[in-house]
Each structure stands twice: as structure tokens, then as C-alpha cells.
């Protein structure tokens, strides 16, 4: 007997509901608020999803749209998904931590420099955080 790994995959993705929270949550008129609706109106028309949803009927749309998949298909049904993940995680790292560490980050990928440099980078930019300027 073969047992296949299988992962839930939601035909409606929650980070719908995130831009949701993002557009609902900005309270200006400005152009930022106006991206942010503009990229929740992009996303709901995408997964064919009502752009005047509130957001109660929104988690029940997600949450009624969890399917089982074969794992190796559904990472490749997100195959184009993981480029534009990490860039997320990236800006959030950079906005986070700064450039220095995020210049660090990206040494380390490279295998510039080992693990125990890239502790030492963290503790002495950590320092330069605490000292007073």
C-alpha cells in the first residue's frame, strides 16, 4: 500500500484576506489607500470573488474552499507562487531589519561567509542598534 502526501489547498488563498484587512485597516483617501483597494479589487476578481464581500462572508468563502491535494501537485499549482512569497518575506526582512542585515542575509545565501560570521555581523549590528546616537 503506497501512502500519498496530501496538503490542503484553498481555492480561495487567505492572503485574499489579508489585502482585505490591509484596504479595511488604511483609513485615508490617499493614494496608498487607494492601491490598497485597487489590489484587493485585483485579487477578488482574480478568484472570482465579489469585490463588496465583508469580511465574515470572506473567511467563510475561504474556509469553504479548502480542497485535499496530492502534495507534490500542489506545490507545483504553486510553482509560480514561491518567487513572488519570497519576495514578500524579503521587503518584510529589509523594512525589519535594515540593509546591513539584510546585506548579511544575502552574503551567507552566497556562502561568503559561514554561520558563525554571519552571528557575529548580528551581534555587532545589534550593539550599533543599542547604542545611543
Not at 20 to 28: C, G, K, V
Not at 91 to 107: D, E, H, I, M, P
Request: charged share 30%.
Amino acid at each position: 500500500m503506497v501512502c500519498r502526501k496530501t496538503e490542503v489547498h484553498h481555492r480561495v488563498p487567505r492572503h485574499l484576506l489579508a489585502a482585505y484587512d490591509r484596504m479595511e485597516n488604511h483609513t485615508e483617501i490617499d493614494g496608498e489607500g487607494i492601491e490598497l483597494a485597487l489590489r484587493f479589487m485585483h485579487l477578488a476578481l482574480e478568484y472570482g470573488v465579489s469585490d463588496s464581500v465583508n469580511r465574515e462572508e470572506l473567511v467563510v468563502l475561504i474556509e469553504s474552499s479548502c480542497v485535499e491535494l496530492d502534495r507534490e501537485y500542489h506545490r507545483r499549482l504553486h510553482a509560480s507562487d514561491w518567487r513572488v512569497w519570497g519576495q514578500q518575506g524579503g521587503r518584510t526582512t529589509l523594512s525589519r531589519y535594515g540593509k546591513g542585515w539584510f546585506v548579511q542575509l544575502a552574503r551567507r545565501r552566497w556562502r561568503k561567509i559561514s554561520a558563525r560570521d554571519l552571528e557575529l555581523v548580528r551581534t555587532k549590528l545589534l550593539s550599533q542598534e543599542a547604542t545611543p546616537t
